[in-house]
C-alpha cells in the first residue's frame, strides 16, 4: 500500500480512481501550518527562526496521513507543481518525520500538471525528492510578508488612526491605483478637432478620409486646437478639388498570441467574460481539478498557476490534429509554433493553460458544465487552438489623396483593411483589454472601395468636430494585473488575492468594472509614500521578487536575502517612533491636496473654513480614521469627512446648516448638516431635534425638501397585520432598510422599498422571514450541500451580516463577490476550516456524529489558532 497526498479532496477522489487499490490518496486541504498570527512567530535575531502551528482541522488531516502510514509502504507527496505546493509537501514531511511516523518508509515527490490518467501515471514513473530551493523561496516569501504586516501595520495604527494593514505587495498594487487617480485629478482637458472629409469615386462609391496636413505642415492630433482654425480648413476643403494621389496595397500576416498564463487568462476573462480575478481562479480550478463526463470524473484544463506559455509537444501535436479536423488542412501551419515567455520575472516554468484533450470541444461539453464553466473553458479552448493555426493574412491599403484650392494645399488619408484568410482568427480574436482605449485618431480599419492612383473624387461633406482630451481611465481588474506583471510586482498567482484584501479592507472600491481608491486607501498610500517611500518603490518590489525567483533556482540563499531587507527596513520602523502625528498631517495635506482641499466653485481658497471664515482646515486623525476640521476648534466646531465628491464638497458638506424647508406639521425648519460620521438631516434644534442619516448610495447633492422629510418621517406604518392586529412599521436600522412586526425584522431589497412598500408585500416579506426561523435562530437554508466528513450538513444560509456556510456551530461568512448558489462542497470545506482555525475553538458537528468530532477541512492558508495577546488585527495584517 502506497499513501498519496493532495491538495483537495476533489482531486483525492480523482486520482484513487486513477491509481487503483494498491494507493490510499489523502488531502491536506491546503497547508497543514501557518505562522501563529502573533509577534515572534518570525525572530530576525535568531537567524529567522519560524514557528509553525497546526491548526486543529490540520490536526485531524496529519493524524489520518499517520494512520495510513502505518501499514503502508511508501508516501508520495503530489501537491501542485508551484511554489506553494512544494511547500505544503515539505510542511506535511516535516510534520511526520517529528511525528517519527515514516521510519524507513521512502518518501517521493511527483508533480503533473493535469489530472488525467496518463498525466497522473507518467508522474508515478518518475517520482523525485523535494526542491529545497522552491521551498526556501517559498519560506523567504513567507518571512518578508509576515515582517512587513506584523511592523508595518502597527505604525499605521499609532500613526493613522483607521487604517487597517499594510502589505508588501498589497501596498505596491494600492499605490498604482491611487497613483492613477492623482494623474486624473490633475489632468487639464485641452481642446482639439478632427477633421475628415466623405468623398466618392466616380463610381460613386463613398468613403472618408482624414486631415494629415494643411499648406505643407504636418497635422497631427493636436494640431487644430480651436474651432477658427478648424473652420478655416474647412472653408478651405469645401471648395477644393480632390485628386488620389497614390493607392498603396500592402499584404500583412497577424500572428497568434500564445495560450493564457494566469495573469492574461485574468485579464481575457474580465474584459470579455466580466469575471473578476477571484471568479476566474475560482472557476479555473473546478475545470483543473474535474468534471463528471458520463460518469468519469476528467481534469478539463492543466493546472491554472503559472507563467509559461509553452505546451507539451504531444498536446501540440493533438492542437494541431484537432485544428485540420475541425477547420480544414489550411490553417495548421507548416511547422508548430514555440513560444517563450516574456514575462518579467517569470516564475519557474510549467505548461501553458491548455484543454487536457483537444478533441473535448467546447459545444460537446455543454450538458456537463455550468454557464461560468463554459464561458472559461471555451475561452482557454479558443486560444490555445488558436494558438497552433496559421497566421491571418490582411491586405492593408492606404490611399493619399491632395486636395487643391486657390494655391493651398491639404493632404488626406484613407486606410482599409481586407481579410484576405482568416487563419487564427476563426477561432479566437484577439480584443483590447479592459482599460485601453483609443485616442480618437485611430485609423479606420473598414474596407475600402476601389480607388485607382490619379482619379479624380467627389466631395459629398466635409466634417470638423471638436473634441477633447480625456484622462487616463481607471484601472480594471484586467488593466491592473497587466500593468503590476509589467512590472514585475507580485506574481500573478495571488493577485486574485491581493486585489481581493485590498477590498476587503475597503481601500478600493469596483464600480463598473473600475478601481476606485477610497479616501482611507490613498492616506495609507501617501503615509507610506512620505515616510516608507523604499517600500512601496515598484522597482525595489520588482527586484526583491527577481531575488526570491533567484533563491527558487538556487542562485541565491534565503537568509541572506532576509538579512539584507531587514537591515533596513527594521531601521526605518524605528525612526518612526520619533516621527510627530504633526509631521504626518502635514505631509497628508500637501500629498493629499486635491482630496483635501478640493476646488470650490466660487474659487475662493479652499483652505479657509466655510464657517469661521478665519481658520485654516486641515485633515485631523480621530478614533474612528481621518476627517477635516477647523484650526480655530473649538470655538469653531466644523468638520467634514474626507471625501473626493468634487468641489462643492464644502457647500454640500459643512457645519453651516443648509436649510431646506419648514415642516408644515410642527413648523419647524428641516436643515441639511454634516458630522464626522457623515451627511444627515435634521427638523428642529437642540437635543430634542429629530435626525436621520443619508441611506448609502444617496448623494448629498440630490437631498431635497421632500426627500428629507421622507426620512425624517421613518419609521413609517404601513399598516395593521390582518392576523394579529399589530402595526408593520418600516424603517432604516443599521443592517439596512427593514419592515418590523412583534419583533420580527425582515431585510428590503432596497432603501426605495422603505417609503413605498404597502401592506400586502410587506405581510409576506414578514412570513418570508417567519419561515428562516425566529430572530436568533438559523435561518432557513438557501442551498444545501451534503454532509460534512465528520457528520452533520453543510448549508448556504442569509444571515443579517449576509450569506454564510453553516455546519454546526460553524458560521463562515461568503466573500462579497460569490454567489450563495455557486458554493461548492470543497469550497464550503475550506472556508469552515479557516473559520475554525481563526476562532480557536473545537467545533463540533451536529447530532449525530458530535462526540469528538472536528472540522476534517482545512484551509489552503489557515490563520492562526490562538489568538494574538497584545496585537489582535495584526492578523488581518500578515499576508498580502
Not at 497613483?179 to 486624473?184: A, K, M
Not at 479592507?505 to 523604499?534: D, H, M, Q, S, W
Amino acid at each position: 500500500m502506497n499513501v498519496v497526498v493532495v491538495e483537495s479532496p476533489a482531486k483525492a477522489k480523482t486520482i484513487n480512481k486513477y491509481l487503483g487499490s494498491g494507493y490510499k490518496v489523502l488531502a491536506s486541504f491546503g497547508h497543514v501550518r501557518d505562522l501563529p498570527a502573533k509577534d515572534g512567530s518570525v525572530l530576525p535575531d535568531e537567524d529567522f527562526a519560524m514557528t509553525w502551528e497546526v491548526d486543529t482541522a490540520s490536526n485531524k488531516r496529519l493524524k489520518d496521513i499517520t494512520e495510513a502510514l502505518k501499514g503502508a509502504d511508501s508516501l508520495i507527496l503530489a501537491t501542485d507543481p508551484d511554489r506553494e505546493g512544494e511547500a505544503i509537501s515539505w510542511h506535511v514531511l516535516e510534520v511526520l518525520n517529528k511525528k517519527k511516523a515514516l521510519k524507513d518508509k521512502k518518501v517521493s515527490r511527483v508533480v503533473f500538471n493535469a489530472i488525467t490518467k496518463k498525466s497522473v501515471l507518467d508522474a508515478m514513473a518518475n517520482p523525485r525528492e523535494i526542491d529545497t530551493p522552491l521551498v526556501d523561496a517559498y519560506l523567504a516569501r513567507r518571512a518578508l510578508d509576515y515582517l512587513v504586516g506584523f511592523n508595518l501595520s502597527p505604525v499605521l495604527w499609532r500613526k493613522l488612526p483607521g487604517a487597517r494593514s499594510a502589505g508588501r505587495v498589497q501596498s505596491v498594487a494600492l499605490r498604482l491605483v491611487c497613483d492613477r487617480e492623482s494623474e486624473i485629478e490633475r489632468f487639464v482637458s485641452e481642446e482639439y478637432w478632427q477633421i475628415a472629409a466623405d468623398l466618392k469615386t466616380p463610381r460613386g462609391d463613398g468613403f472618408t478620409a482624414r486631415l494629415t496636413s494643411h499648406d505643407g505642415e504636418k497635422i497631427t492630433k493636436m494640431s487644430v486646437t480651436n474651432g477658427d482654425l478648424a473652420g478655416q480648413i474647412r472653408d478651405m476643403l469645401e471648395g477644393a478639388s480632390f485628386v488620389a494621389d497614390s493607392v498603396e496595397a500592402k499584404p500583412t500576416r497577424r500572428n497568434p498570441s500564445p495560450p493564457f498564463t494566469t495573469s492574461t487568462l485574468q485579464q481575457a476573462a474580465s474584459s470579455k467574460l466580466g469575471f473578476n480575478a477571484s471568479r476566474t481562479m475560482q472557476v479555473a480550478q473546478k475545470l483543473y481539478e474535474g468534471i463528471d463526463i458520463g460518469g468519469e470524473t476528467v481534469g478539463l484544463i492543466t493546472y491554472m498557476r503559472t507563467d509559461g506559455v509553452q505546451m507539451a509537444q504531444e498536446a501540440i501535436e493533438e492542437a494541431r490534429a484537432a485544428i485540420g479536423t475541425r477547420f480544414g488542412d489550411r490553417y495548421v501551419p507548416e511547422k508548430a509554433r514555440i513560444y517563450s515567455t516574456k514575462a518579467k520575472n517569470a516564475q519557474e516554468a510549467h505548461e501553458a493553460i491548455r484543454p487536457t484533450g483537444f478533441e473535448r470541444a467546447p459545444d460537446e461539453l455543454k450538458k456537463y458544465l455550468d454557464g461560468d464553466q463554459l464561458r472559461l473553458y471555451d475561452l482557454i479552448w479558443k486560444r490555445a487552438t488558436a494558438s497552433q493555426m496559421a497566421s491571418a493574412e490582411i491586405e492593408r491599403t492606404t490611399v493619399d489623396i491632395t486636395a487643391r484650392k486657390d494655391g493651398k494645399t491639404a493632404g488626406l488619408r484613407a486606410t482599409g483593411s481586407v481579410v484576405r484568410f482568416d487563419g487564427f482568427i476563426a477561432a479566437y480574436t484577439d480584443a483590447k483589454e479592459d482599460g485601453e482605449q483609443s485616442d480618437g485618431d485611430s485609423d479606420d480599419d473598414a474596407r475600402l472601395p476601389e480607388i485607382n492612383a490619379q482619379e479624380a473624387l467627389a466631395k459629398d461633406k466635409i466634417n470638423a468636430t471638436q473634441h477633447f482630451t480625456e484622462p487616463p481611465p481607471r484601472f480594471s481588474e484586467a488593466s491592473l494585473i497587466k500593468k503590476m506583471e509589467e512590472l514585475g510586482i507580485g506574481r500573478p498567482s495571488t493577485y486574485a488575492s491581493t486585489l481581493a484584501t485590498l477590498r476587503d479592507r475597503e481601500y478600493v472600491t469596483i464600480e463598473n468594472r473600475r478601481l476606485t481608491p477610497e479616501p482611507k486607501g490613498r492616506l495609507v498610500i501617501a503615509f507610506l509614500e512620505n515616510f516608507f517611500n523604499r517600500y512601496v518603490e515598484f522597482g525595489f518590489t520588482a527586484d526583491l521578487e527577481e531575488k526570491l525567483d533567484r533563491i527558487s533556482s538556487g542562485e541565491l540563499a534565503w537568509k541572506d536575502v532576509l538579512r539584507e531587507f531587514w537591515t533596513e527596513f527594521h531601521q526605518h520602523i524605528d525612526d518612526t517612533k520619533e516621527l510627530r502625528v504633526t509631521q504626518v498631517l502635514d505631509a497628508l495635506n500637501e500629498a493629499l491636496a486635491p482630496l483635501v482641499f478640493p476646488v470650490r466653485e466660487d474659487r475662493s481658497n479652499p483652505r479657509i473654513c466655510p464657517t469661521c471664515g478665519t481658520g485654516n482646515l486641515s485633515l485631523k486623525l480621530g478614533k474612528y480614521g481621518a476627517f477635516v476640521g477647523c484650526s480655530n476648534y473649538p470655538d469653531c466646531s466644523f468638520t467634514r469627512q474626507l471625501s473626493s465628491e468634487g468641489s462643492d464638497a464644502d457647500a454640500a458638506l459643512s457645519n453651516e446648516p443648509q436649510e431646506l424647508g419648514t415642516d408644515p406639521a410642527t413648523g419647524e425648519p428641516v436643515t441639511l448638516r454634516t458630522g464626522r460620521f457623515g451627511p444627515y438631516v435634521q427638523r428642529g434644534e437642540g437635543k430634542e431635534a429629530k435626525r436621520s442619516s443619508l441611506p448609502k448610495g444617496w448623494e448629498v447633492a440630490s437631498i431635497d425638501f421632500e426627500k428629507a422629510l421622507s426620512l425624517l418621517a421613518l419609521p413609517r406604518d404601513v399598516g395593521e397585520h390582518p392576523e394579529s392586529g399589530k402595526m408593520i412599521t418600516a424603517g432604516l436600522g443599521r443592517y439596512g432598510p427593514f419592515v418590523l412586526h412583534e419583533g420580527t425584522y425582515a431585510n428590503l431589497e432596497s432603501v426605495e422599498d422603505v417609503f413605498s412598500i404597502g401592506l400586502n408585500h410587506a405581510v409576506t416579506v414578514i412570513a418570508e422571514k417567519k419561515a428562516k426561523g425566529p430572530g436568533r435562530g438559523t435561518p432557513a437554508a438557501l442551498k444545501e450541500l451534503g454532509d460534512h466528513p465528520d457528520g452533520g450538513p453543510i448549508t448556504v444560509r442569509d444571515g443579517k451580516y449576509g450569506p454564510y456556510v453553516n455546519w454546526g456551530k460553524v458560521n463562515a461568512t461568503l466573500p462579497k463577490d460569490k454567489a450563495p448558489t455557486e458554493v461548492t462542497v470543497e469550497e464550503a470545506l475550506e472556508m469552515i476550516a479557516a473559520k475554525a482555525a481563526t476562532s480557536g475553538k473545537k467545533t463540533k458537528a451536529p447530532a449525530k456524529k458530535a462526540t469528538k468530532a472536528k472540522p476534517k477541512a482545512a484551509a489552503k492558508k489557515p490563520t492562526a489558532a490562538k489568538k494574538p495577546a497584545k496585537k489582535p488585527a495584526a492578523a488581518k495584517a500578515k499576508k498580502d
